[in-house]
């Protein structure tokens, strides 16, 4: 059986980037992640991230544009977890599967209380805001 792709979206404004606190499951419950969920057969990556993000913070398709990759692949339990830079043109995102979201400066993502996996992408997080690579 394939390997499940689950996509995660690093929404970057100005020198911030978008974390989203879990609700679920209890063992990551608080804790904080870049929002994003499963590609669906048929889907495009891009594709299914755009819509997950309609989904998760309340965003019309158009209000993102979702751009190169960030960071390497991540394996985890039978999925592969990928993330892409997103550059937010309109809206303002709201929890609504989380149960907060913020925005976080290059300076702060050390100190957010990730979830295990997506720790892996702080040091890329830290390069994009710093160095406007987005």
Do not use: C, F, N
């Amino acid at each position: 059986m394939p390997t499940q792709i689950v996509v995660a979206g690093a929404v970057i404004r100005g020198a911030s980037v978008l974390v989203a606190q879990r609700v679920r499951p209890p063992e990551l419950a608080g804790r904080w992640e870049l929002p994003g969920g499963k590609v669906a057969p048929g889907e495009t990556e891009p594709g299914a991230l755009a819509r997950e993000l309609a989904e998760e913070l309340g965003l019309a398709v158009g209000d993102v544009a979702v751009g190169d990759r960030l960071g390497d692949d991540i394996a985890l339990d039978g999925m592969t977890l990928r993330a892409y830079r997103v550059h937010l043109l309109g809206g303002e995102p709201h929890a609504r599967d989380h149960r907060a979201v913020r925005w976080v400066t290059a300076a702060e993502l050390t100190d957010v209380d990730w979830v295990p996996a997506d720790r892996a992408w702080v040091a890329d997080l830290v390069r994009t805001l710093d160095g406007g690579a987005s």
